[in-house]
């Protein structure tokens, strides 16, 4: 091939290339567009007042397109597929409990995204707000409403690998008073005081006691699920192989994901329910991999995030391993069952 040919062969290409991008940027363009449409089909969605004292709602971000895409949003929780009530307030990750909420939010820049936590009360209205140093991942309240937590990825950006790296902190709602990361605490690993550098901690859940809390410890290719104290500022692993936990109402069982042989590396995970006092563990009924920290509806109801036609859908799963899964939900992630 002569030198003027593959000259020719190089514009060709390069100009083939620029087509593509070309079309491609205009296809993401074109689909954010109509994220700001209403969706055909989609849930009817009205704006309105949202109180986080309302017994008998699910709270949620709303992921339908539309002019209320990524707000906070409620339904009776009895007809989860209803009408919605949007508040204007967007948020990535949200959970509430007792009057008290939490909102992970972005900061969108000229050159990158900051994200932030705000602390609500009953009314949406802030009281608070702190830097959360990465993406956010996870986020909930205790059942009393004085202790919030979320989690961002600080590198990585996924649980399915190794290389990520997590921050998981807590704040008492009522004094300011914030613990920007758990590595600080002390860890007792099978009785034994433990120290890695490579310790990450993610997925915290609260017990009602104001004291008592449950994460993961990730640490030398494994996880564990610890129990925290926040008076002693402690951590103590009870279990092997557990990722984001979540207590259950009545405080005596946890749900969470855990790893099993044979799946796909990017998809993991089943979902499980450990008896805190047995130790006993019980796979339920949701064949598909499950990524999610996923919330108790009652004392005998999971329910989690699986991804749908616009972001996530909601899904719902006897506790006791019992029947199939369900989806309850459609274009919706981050719930919240006011009690």
């Not at 089943?270 to 339920?284: A, C, G, N």
């Not at 699986?306 to 996530?312: E, K, R």
């Amino acid at each position: 091939m002569t030198l003027r040919n593959r000259i020719l062969v190089l514009v060709a290409a390069v100009a083939a290339l620029a087509v593509v991008a070309v079309a491609s940027v205009l296809h993401a363009s074109a689909r954010a567009e109509r994220r700001n449409e209403t969706q055909p089909g989609g849930p009817k969605i009205t704006a309105g007042r949202i109180t986080l004292t309302a017994p008998g709602t699910m709270v949620f971000r709303n992921m339908a397109w539309g002019p209320h895409r990524d707000e906070l949003t409620t339904v009776p929780a009895a007809t989860p597929s209803g009408p919605r009530t949007a508040s204007g307030l967007k948020c990535l990750r949200f959970y509430a409990s007792s009057g008290t909420g939490v909102c992970l939010q972005a900061v969108h820049g000229t050159v990158t995204d900051t994200y932030r936590a705000l602390i609500l009360d009953a009314h949406l209205k802030e009281t608070a707000r702190y830097d959360v140093p990465g993406i956010p991942s996870r986020a909930r309240v205790s059942p009393t409403g004085h202790f919030a937590a979320w989690t961002a990825f600080v590198g990585g950006d996924s649980y399915a690998g190794t290389n990520f790296s997590t921050r998981a902190a807590i704040v008492d709602t009522r004094t300011g008073k914030l613990i920007p990361t758990l590595e600080s605490f002390r860890i007792l690993k099978d009785g034994h005081a433990y120290r890695s550098a490579d310790v990450n901690f993610w997925g915290v859940t609260f017990a009602a006691d104001d004291r008592t809390f449950y994460a993961t410890l990730a640490t030398k290719g494994s996880t564990y699920l610890v129990r925290g104290d926040l008076r002693t500022r402690t951590v103590t692993t009870l279990h092997t192989n557990v990722e984001c936990p979540s207590l259950s109402p009545d405080g005596t069982r946890i749900a969470y994901k855990k790893r099993v042989k044979g799946l796909p590396k990017d998809a993991p995970w089943h979902l499980y329910v450990l008896d805190l006092r047995t130790m006993r563990e019980t796979s339920l009924a949701e064949p598909r991999s499950v990524d999610d920290q996923a919330v108790w509806r009652d004392d005998h109801t999971i329910v989690y995030a699986m991804p749908g036609d616009y972001g996530a859908d909601l899904y719902s799963v006897p506790a006791d391993g019992t029947d199939g899964a369900r989806r309850i939900s459609g274009a919706a992630v981050s719930p919240a069952f006011l009690r």
